[in-house]
């Protein structure tokens, strides 16, 4: 039987839980590149630091690929990057309880602690019920994605190939990683009207949040739904209504992506499916390279933004942009309370949001910096690659192969904090500690 060291267990376990999550992420990012190191995973040379990227990308569900999946990896190296994305997007914790469930044996109050973190959650009470919404929302939506993709791809590939790329790309799409087997991604099926439904129905379901969706499941009115409910698909339709509008308006006569297609349908249909994806999955209709600087812009700010909580988007999360323009208009109304939808938020939540947001803009400011540095390339392809890594989206402006190991350790390392950092900030945010010695009030001028 293995035994550790008494002294390390005893460390081990006066780490923050966020702190074991991270490095238990980090494990599984190790033991996935071995994996993909070996043989039997793919059919070219791969290097540790293509293996370590991959695993990477897979496990934080960004997307970023410095080999073509499809055409590099064998079939069983193709079935370990998908485990990694499921494991990725379902969270480590969440899978574990799902599976000792099934075996019948207890979770434990340890486990409790892990997983309520994993889950952004307050409370031990309602994670067993949101456990199980996610084991029925991700079977219901990867099983259902899967049947009807392979309308398209079986006819295509044939049965055997055809089933693979339909559970790849539906499990792809609900944990919002953004691989694809092909060489173009989804390109081609630009304006299929299966893929454009489909695809984007499994990202932004996997993205709105599991608190969300056990809103939904559990109460069917508005009036019931939560306050962190309410808000995020209020903000998630509007932000959805923007980018598309935004990115139509933007690419309507550029050559190289709306303007290729003829009728007004086509590129109202590439539209869609690109102002959509670009908050969580990073699956791509059109060349992304080709976008004007403007719409490029456009693109990096929904990046950032991501998803929603307990999702498996990345970004600063739709709640947090949202309390920040909320508590910004309070300011200049010069309200002293915030409040939304008849419920007030209080000073505590703005003062995270605000540590949230800045501490994300400084994440990226220093990728961006450390990579411009160290590479020879335009400014705007390169914030594009850092603010993608953050967001965990995995749109490139054909970037990621341009990067050096150096570069690509960057990359690396913002992908990851992007995925596990909020969990972490989070953990210390909601830690209270109570001040010794009180100060007098000073005045600061601002602004």
Known sequence: MLRFPPRLVMRFSRMPPPLILAAVYGVLVLAGAAVLKMPMSHVVPMSWSDAIFTATSAVTVTGLAVIDTGGDLTFFGQGV??????????????????????LGLPVGITGHIYLREDLNQTSFGRLKKLVRIILKVVLVCEGA????????????????????????????????????????????????????????FLFITGGIGYVVLQDIFRERRWQSWSLHTRIMLTGTAVLIVWSVGCFAVLEWSNPATLGQHDSAIARLTVSWFQGVTTRTAGFNTTDIGGLHDSTSLMVISLMLIGGGPTSTAGGIKVTTFVVMILATLAFFRRQTQLHAFGWSIGLEQVLKVMAL??????????????VTASHDGHFLDIAFEVASAFGTVGLSRGYTGELSEFGRAVIGAIMFIGRVGPLTLGYFLATRVAPRVRYPEGQVYLG
Do not use: C, K
């Open 145 to 200: 994605g899967a049947a009807l993709l392979a309308l398209v791809f079986v006819p295509e590939y044939g049965l055997a190939r055809g089933l693979w790329e339909a559970v790849f790309h539906s499990v792809s799409a609900f944990n919002n990683a953004g691989f694809s087997t092909f060489p173009e991604g989804l390109v081609p099926y630009a304006t299929d009207p299966v893929v454009n439904i489909v695809i984007p």
């Open 81 to 102: 990057l998908l485990l990694l994305i499921q494991l990725g997007g379902l969270g480590l914790m969440t899978f574990a309880v799902l599976v000792l469930g099934a």
């Open 357 to 370: 947001t800045a501490i994300s803009v400084l994440i990226v400011f220093v990728g961006v910096f450390l």
